[in-house]
């Protein structure tokens, strides 16, 4: 197995419903699983990753719920459901046995494992782990977790970032007291924005494993534990405390690590010691009966995901590409609905949704490599290609796949001047800095509400008024800035691409132009061009029942 770190997706059918896991994996050695904390995501083993890809062959799931993983069917998420899960998840990857380090939730989980499905774990490293009373636990379950909804002004998000500094402050966070005070420094912005970022992918499921942890009595399965067992946590951690709570068994080792450093290095040695599976052969990921399902695609400018319905396309089917900030999370209104009566394929370009994210070429040129590389892996011979808003960040390829594409669909494309596209360079893609006080969060949130109010997104002035129902769905909202957030710069190098690149394409190919009747470009696209034309609804949620008459 290499060491770079790859990006996975595996389909499980079983006691949960049908549901798909993301992972991460890399290295080589015997086979452990990295689970993560709450409400982080497998992203956060990064680093680990790299610096056990000798000793290890690493598998990092995002946690039901997570980071890309689908939520557990069930009407209120334990431990035990989540550690019988990732034994269904190992199951389908073809793993047999293997070890497990965790942190925090990711530790609670791997003692449950270690409790329950013991013939199946070598050795468990628990870093960090957490012991209630009555009392606490009561108090926990009132104030510690409370519901993550989108507001309509933006609100939620400054709860949001208030929340992840609290929580270096104190612990619990919402007790803010003498004895609550922790001695931490507050971590740099960037890393608070991180941890944001991951309960906005989480939204309001961020309480699913978070609340099982809390509720999980480890202090009574610690003294049963068979495996061989190391239990520790840096003196620093506030977890570290509940150490002295539990009673070892005759497997299990406990005790602190001075730091951070020293806990991890006595995990890898209790891990290697006792961990002997290295035979591994990771099953593919299978197409799910119902719905759309993500895969990963290795192309020249790195992991590319994706979401189809088909394995092998019979003819013509529907590729869709988002718009430049989103991902196929952000146009689920459109390709949920269509999927069921099409086959279909949705891409998450370049720097955007699960696809890679450092990206070395230049950005268009990465975009049209990697759709290119896509669709001669798919082995798709014809089709029809559906692009939303930009469609000049894949001029190149549409030029020289003409003779593959057999109809294109550009929704709401922005043909625009020179002029436009100047202003818009020097207006429409601020450099947002990631502040200390979290303001930035508020800045896409307007962003992206004041695009469904006003054209162009910052003409807040009665001229820049549309004419159009206003598509303000919080839910939708969210999706839209969370993506647009996690796909960073990439965002605006491509706008500004695909802007410039658009000026001076031509198209030579059956098109059709959809615009919602009173868009402010819905006039602009013939002026120059033979398209068709298709009206679109106003509410974007009827948008694949107008797709349906062309597709």
């Known amino acids: ?33 990295l689970l993560h904390q709450s409400p982080k995501s497998a992203d956060e083993y990064k680093p680990l990753m790299e610096m056990w890809a000798n000793d290890f062959c690493m598998i990092a799931p995002d946690t039901p719920g997570f980071g890309s993983s689908d939520p557990l069917k069930s009407k209120k998420v334990t431990i035990e459901e989540i550690a019988e899960a990732t034994i269904e998840f190992a199951d389908a990857l073809g793993i047999d046995r293997f070890g497990l380090y965790g942190f925090h939730t990711g530790a609670i989980i791997s003692i449950a494992l270690a409790h329950k499905f013991s013939n199946r774990i070598e050795a468990i490293s628990c870093n960090g782990v957490l012991v209630l009373t009555d009392d606490e636990l009561e108090k926990i379950r009132a104030e510690y977790l409370p519901p993550f909804l989108p507001k309509w002004d933006g609100s939620h998000l400054s ?26 420094s507050i971590s740099d912005p960037l890393i608070l924005h991180e941890n944001a970022v991951d309960v906005m992918r989480a939204g309001d499921n961020y309480r699913s494993a978070y609340g099982a942890a809390f509720e999980y009595r480890l202090e009574n399965f610690v003294p049963e534990l068979k495996v061989p067992a190391l239990i520790t946590a840096g003196e620093w951690d506030p977890l570290c405390k509940c150490l002295e709570d539990l009673t070892p068994s005759e497997s299990t080792l406990i005790e602190s690590s001075k730091d951070q450093d020293q806990a991890l290095e006595k995990s890898r040695i209790h891990l290697l010691k006792h961990s002997k599976n290295t035979s591994i052969n990771l099953s593919e990921c299978a197409l799910k009966h119902n719905g759309l399902t993500k895969s990963v695609i290795e192309t020249a400018v790195g992991d590319i995901c994706i979401q189809k319905n088909f394995d092998r396309a ?27 009566e099409k086959e279909l394929m949705v891409i998450d370009l370049p720097g955007h949704g699960e696809s890679v994210k450092d990206i070395e070429a230049p950005i268009l040129d990465a975009f049209n490599q990697a759709v290119s590389n896509v669709i001669n892996h798919q082995n798709v011979e014809q089709f029809t290609l559906a692009i939303i808003n930009h469609h000049g960040s894949l001029s190149q390829f549409i030029n020289e796949n003409n003779d593959c594409i057999d109809h ?60 159009l129902r206003p598509q303000l769905d919080e839910t939708q909202l969210q999706d839209e800035v969370t993506e647009l957030i996690r796909s960073e710069s990439n965002w605006i190098s491509a706008m500004t691409g695909s802007l410039n690149a658009s000026t001076n394409m031509e198209i030579d190919v059956k098109t059709t132009v959809c615009y919602r009747k009173n868009h402010p470009l819905s006039q602009s696209a013939n002026q120059k061009n033979n398209f068709s034309e298709l009206q679109l609804d106003d509410e974007i949620k009827n948008w694949s029942k107008n797709l349906k008459t062309i597709v």
């Open 1 to 33: 197995m290499s060491s770079k770190i790859k990006t996975k997706f595996q389909t499980i059918t079983g006691k949960f419903g049908e549901r798909q896991v993301r992972y991460l994996t890399s290295g080589s050695g015997p086979v452990i699983f």
């Open 314 to 340: 019979d003819e013509n089917p529907l590729v869709i590409i988002p718009p430049i900030g989103g991902s196929s999370k952000t146009i689920e209104y459109l390709s949920n609905e269509l999927s069921k």
């Open 159 to 184: 709860w949001l970032w208030s929340r992840m500094r609290e929580q270096l402050v104190f612990f619990p966070w919402h007790e803010r007291t003498q004895d609550a005070r922790m001695q931490f």
């Open 408 to 467: 294109l669909i550009l929704i709401e494309p922005w043909f625009v001047d020179k002029a436009f596209i100047e202003e818009y360079k020097e207006k429409g893609l601020p450099d947002i800095k990631k502040e200390w006080h979290g303001g930035h969060l508020n800045q896409y949130w307007y962003i992206v509400r004041d695009s469904k109010l006003f054209w162009p997104w910052y003409n807040s002035v009665i001229d820049g008024i549309m004419d």
